[in-house]
Nanobody, 126 residues
């Protein structure tokens, strides 16, 4: 069982930045692909970014490409999401997810992840 705890959410004006963190309890954190998803009110949960377990390659939704950066620190069992140039459309609950050895075929899909955090609210005002 892996526990994920997100932090770093909050309220910010458009154009601002936030950094989300997700601390994992997994002993073999380096074997997990880590992802970030978000869910706005009345909408489906959608993929935001992922970082693979093996190569450390990163993948982004088109809507955040160039503004968000995902990274991981295996020594601290933590994954980060740096969010810059935030827009009101980025307002959502952001969820961290861990998928054991998830591959490119599934890392952008909810089904590619085994464990989820409780979520952290990000609110961007115009």
């Amino acid at each position: 069982q892996v526990q994920l705890v997100e932090s770093g959410g909050g309220s910010v004006q458009a154009g601002g930045s936030l950094r989300l963190s997700c601390a994992a309890s997994a002993r073999t954190f380096s074997s997990y692909t880590m992802g970030w998803f978000r869910q706005a009110p009345g909408k489906e949960r959608e993929f935001v970014a992922a970082i693979s377990w093996r190569s450390g390659n990163t993948y982004y939704a088109d809507s955040v490409k160039g503004r968000f950066t995902i990274s991981r620190d295996n020594a601290k069992s933590t994954v980060y999401l740096q969010m810059n140039t935030l827009e009101p459309e980025d307002t959502a609950v952001y969820y961290c997810a861990a998928g054991y050895r998830s591959t490119l075929a599934t890392m952008t899909m909810r089904s590619g992840y085994d464990y989820w955090g409780q979520g952290t609210q990000v609110t961007v005002s115009s």
